[in-house]
């Protein structure tokens, strides 16, 4: 079956670190992959998503690759903000056969300090 | 920008009793979805809905559940007879077409006791 392999957090870095969150998967065929991230009291907003290999998605400073080779989808941001202090889910959609659930990662807390 | 909503945001129940999960979607969003997230585990699909009628349903969406979309603005979850490991954080998600991210509401924590 389809899942998601995130490492293990939490993350603690300091204020204009480089940041990577590794993020696995493996699938039947080619899933569309996501990126998730959830601020304290709130739900899960999109961050960016890929939907086929070697698309790269972005938004608000952060980037990931789809990478078929290595089954990766891994999040990068090249200097981190207090603000991005939250829980990022890496998800994964399998494209055909009629399914549309997400899959998810456990999540990666991510705690930036000044 | 648009929101889903959902309603209660934390609910206490006894086991044994039926509970009801509201969701607005966004307006014109056409896909409609149940997940569900137990404290430090990971989120897992539960349902999909499309065109009035389910259109997927993961294992954990057995018999003692149901979903509903009784006006043209709602979206329910019920849950006939709860159990203790029902307690979780229920989300309710939509999207416009199946090809993008979905918008998630805030969640409805559940307790069951």
């Known amino acids: 079956g389809n899942s998601v392999t995130q490492m293990e957090g939490p993350v603690t870095l300091s204020e204009e670190a480089f940041l990577t969150i590794n993020c696995t998967y493996t699938a039947t065929g080619y899933p569309s992959l996501f990126w998730y991230v959830q601020y304290p009291g709130e739900g899960l907003q999109l961050l960016l998503k890929?939907?086929?290999?070697?698309d790269k998605g972005s938004n608000k400073g952060f980037e990931a690759t789809y990478r078929k080779e290595t089954t990766s989808f891994h999040l990068e941001k090249g200097s981190v903000q207090v603000s991005d202090s939250a829980v990022y889910f890496c998800?994964?959609?399998?494209?055909?056969?009629?399914?549309?659930?997400?899959?998810f990662g456990k999540g990666t807390h991510l705690i930036i300090q000044p | 920008e648009p929101e889903v909503t959902q309603t209660p945001s934390h609910q206490v129940t006894q086991m044994g009793q039926e509970v009801i999960l509201r969701c607005v979607p966004i307006s014109n969003h056409l896909y409609f979805y149940w997940y569900r997230q137990i404290l430090g585990q990971k989120v897992e699909f539960l349902v999909s809905?499309?065109?009035?009628?389910?259109?997927?349903k993961s294992e954990i969406f057995d018999d003692q559940f149901s979903v509903e979309r009784p006006d043209g603005s709602n979206f329910t979850l019920k849950i006939r007879s709860t159990k203790l490991e029902d307690s979780a954080m229920y989300f309710c998600?939509?999207?416009?077409?199946?090809?993008?991210?979905?918008?998630f509401g805030s969640g409805t924590r559940l307790t069951v006791v």
């Open positions: 998800a994964l959609r399998y494209s055909g056969g009629g399914a549309d659930g997400l899959t």
């Open positions: 890929a939907t086929k290999a070697d």
């Open positions: 998600a939509s999207s416009y077409d199946r090809d993008n991210g979905y918008t």
């Open positions: 809905f499309y065109n009035n009628e389910i259109s997927e």
